[in-house]
T-cell receptor, first 114, second 111 residues
Framework: NAGVTQTPKFRVLKTGQSMTLLCAQDMNHEYMYWYRQDPGMGLRLIHYSVGEGTTAKGEVPDGYNVSRLKKQNFLLGLESAAPSQTSVYFC?????????????FGSGTRLTVV | KNQVEQSPQSLIILEGKNCTLQCNYTVSPFSNLRWYKQDTGRGPVSLTIMTFSENTKSNGRYTATLDADTKQSSLHITASQLSDSASYICVVRKNNNDMRFGAGTRLTVKP
């Protein structure tokens, strides 16, 4: 049982380039989330999904798009990367029993935009 | 201003000593509060969960307290070990998909 797997682990992009971060979970969780973590700040929610085929905006959605075509995968896209998007990105998932088990987080993707 | 404030920002203690981390929040409404441990280069892992009616909860050497009236929580670590070196993050849940994260306390345990 791998839990939540994020790929890639590291990436350097030039300003204006695009990329997709992949999050895969094997726990049959309904809910999936993308967060970014910046120094001195708490994790901030970018987008989330409450089930296959659904997406919703979080606290800081601008400059990002997401898709949840399959229940186990949640993709985060950057269409035109900017230096302000340099961050560590975490994917998380949860089942309906969050009260007991909390969120399961991936190991993160460190993205640098130069 | 962050709705979840943690103190101290960083802390260094000697192995075997105890320490207490603080979390003050202004998040409303309140559903529950969790403490997460985040090792370097890893995602956060849940340590404890506190609901409105709970005052204290233990998980091994970790004991969390909650005062819902003053909106304060603490995480006490007893007999610290080198493996306790990590960031500890206080997270308050508002509703189903809205959680507010503190910036964390970076704990370093030295031999």
């Amino acid at each position: 049982n791998a839990g939540v797997t994020q790929t890639p682990k590291f990436r350097v992009l030039k300003t204006g380039q695009s990329m997709t971060l992949l999050c895969a979970q094997d726990m049959n969780h309904e809910y999936m989330y993308w967060y970014r973590q910046d120094p001195g700040m708490g994790l901030r929610l970018i987008h989330y999904s409450v089930g296959e085929g659904t997406t919703a905006k979080g606290e800081v959605p601008d400059g990002y798009n997401v898709s949840r075509l399959k229940k186990q995968n949640f993709l985060l896209g950057l269409e035109s990367a900017a230096p302000s998007q340099t961050s560590v990105y975490f994917c998380a998932s949860r089942g309906t029993g969050e009260a007991l088990y909390g969120y399961t987080f991936g190991s993160g993707t460190r993205l640098t935009v130069v | 201003k962050n709705q979840v404030e943690q103190s101290p920002q960083s802390l260094i203690i000697l192995e075997g000593k105890n320490c207490t981390l603080q979390c003050n929040y202004t998040v409303s409404p309140f559903s529950n509060l969790r403490w997460y441990k985040q090792d370097t280069g890893r995602g956060p892992v849940s340590l404890t969960i506190m609901t409105f009616s709970e005052n204290t909860k233990s998980n091994g050497r970790y004991t969390a307290t909650l005062d819902a009236d003053t909106k304060q929580s603490s995480l006490h670590i007893t007999a610290s070990q080198l493996s306790d070196s990590a960031s500890y993050i206080c997270v308050v849940r508002k509703n189903n998909n809205d959680m507010r994260f503190g910036a964390g306390t970076r704990l370093t345990v030295k031999p």
